[in-house]
């Protein structure tokens, strides 16, 4: 008897899965996922050195603009401006924005929000990106 039930169970068990293809879902998620994290701008070896980052930077309606002064403003999603100044680390990779005291990575037509001013500079994500305005 369970020479005839074990092939059975198992006949049923690949038909249930007819159609479904959970492992190339997986796959597309991460191909997807690896293809985005591509398509963030890279951060040079010598931002300080090689990028202007005066002008206006967007995340979703929020805004920040640098200033040429080095003066800083931040407009929220709400509307509400926060100004103050911004100024290059001594890495000369990352700025800091005096009003709120907020570090950001500077990249070639973008800014990366660090959760602190000891977070890595690297595996940078795309909730993190500040895109620069044309």
């Keep these: 008897m369970r020479k005839v039930l074990l092939?059975?169970?198992?006949l049923a068990l690949v038909a249930g899965c007819k159609g479904k293809e959970p492992e190339a879902a997986v796959?597309?998620?991460a191909v997807a996922a690896s293809e985005a994290a591509a398509a963030l701008p890279a951060l040079p070896a010598d931002p300080k050195g090689t990028v202007k980052p005066e002008?206006?930077?967007t995340?979703?309606?929020a805004k920040l603009t640098l200033g040429a002064d080095m003066s800083?403003?931040?407009?929220?999603?709400?509307?509400?401006?926060t100004k103050g100044k911004w100024a290059w680390y001594s890495d000369g990779k990352r700025i800091l924005l005096t009003a709120d005291k907020s570090v950001w990575a500077v990249?070639?037509?973008a800014l990366y929000k660090m959760a602190s001013k000891d977070a890595?500079?690297?595996?940078?994500t795309a909730d993190q990106v500040w895109a620069k305005a044309p």
């Design 27 to 29: 796959t597309d998620t």
């Design 120 to 124: 890595a500079l690297t595996g940078m």
């Design 55 to 57: 002008g206006s930077y």
């Design 59 to 61: 995340s979703g309606t």
């Design 107 to 109: 990249a070639d037509g």
């Design 7 to 10: 092939p059975l169970a198992a």
């Design 72 to 81: 800083a403003e931040m407009t929220d999603a709400a509307g509400a401006s």
